[in-house]
């Protein structure tokens, strides 16, 4: 317990899956707690089930003037910014052919520009404080593609890019702020579950092999609190030499050879 005494971390997407885990836990473990999301009332569900050590602040991740009101938010409620993990993204499925220029743009908009404003104006925030943390939530599909999810694959590589730019001019500048990015494979959530169900009516190709093979499915998905504990990590002084790092969760998902 206490492996995050002391510190104030801004989780976005923290209404609900990965980065609901993530304000749960870093607030168990000493933290204060900014949740933001475009979910007003799931988020503040959450924020209140936490306690005092957290808050709700509605965020649109892609806007500039949002990114501005929540640190402002942050450093009035809790005194600084110590923490931020960047976790709010859309997924969307569609390959090179089927991707419209209208799409592309709307997911790079959010899960590259919103990392990227993130990232400029959390660093601001953190450069005077002890110690920064900056957590980006990339994927898999950064490192390795997948053709059926090309705009999102790409924005998730421009997340890794970032996430190694920002760490060379931390230590370039020697700021004590590191920034490393987490690259899951699969994780157990509504958002990919239901993703290609809510656009056919029909369950994924994956999910329903996995249905037939219940191993597949504990191989491949990791669950929302595995992410947790590796942010927890990341948060703490624990990994305080560890930035611009790739730090893949897929269970060995590159090394399968069958």
Not at 207 to 225: G, T, Y
Request: aromatic residues 6%.
């Amino acid at each position: 317990m206490g492996r995050v005494n002391g510190k104030v971390a801004i989780i976005t997407g923290a209404a609900s899956g990965v980065g609901k885990e993530d304000a749960i836990l870093l607030a168990r473990e000493g933290a204060k707690v900014v949740l933001t999301d475009v979910n007003e009332e799931a988020g503040r569900e959450v924020a209140r089930s936490i306690g005092d050590a957290a808050l709700f602040v509605k965020h649109d991740i892609a806007s500039e003037d949002d990114w501005r009101k929540v640190i402002a938010v942050t450093q009035e409620a809790f005194g600084g910014v110590d923490v931020l993990v960047n976790n709010a993204a859309i997924l969307a499925q569609a390959t090179i052919e089927d991707t419209s220029l209208e799409l592309w743009q709307k997911i790079q908009k959010i899960n590259s520009d919103g990392y990227f404003l993130g990232c400029k104006y959390g660093l601001e925030a953190m450069k005077q404080r002890p110690s920064g943390s900056i957590v980006n939530m990339s994927s898999m599909a950064g490192i390795g593609g997948v053709s059926s999810f090309c705009a999102y694959s790409a924005s998730k590589a421009a997340v890794a890019g970032l996430t190694r730019s920002v760490a060379a001019h931390c230590r370039a500048k020697l700021y004590k702020v590191r920034c490393n990015s987490i690259h899951p494979d699969g994780i157990a959530t509504p958002m990919v579950f239901n993703l290609h169900k809510s656009q056919t009516g029909a369950p994924t190709s994956q999910a329903h092999v996995r249905e037939k093979d219940p191993k597949q499915l504990q191989a491949r998905f990791c669950q929302p609190q595995d992410i947790a504990n590796l942010v927890l990590f990341l948060a703490s002084d624990e990994s305080r030499f560890i930035n611009g790092a790739e730090m893949r969760i897929d269970n060995g998902y590159l090394m399968w050879a069958d």
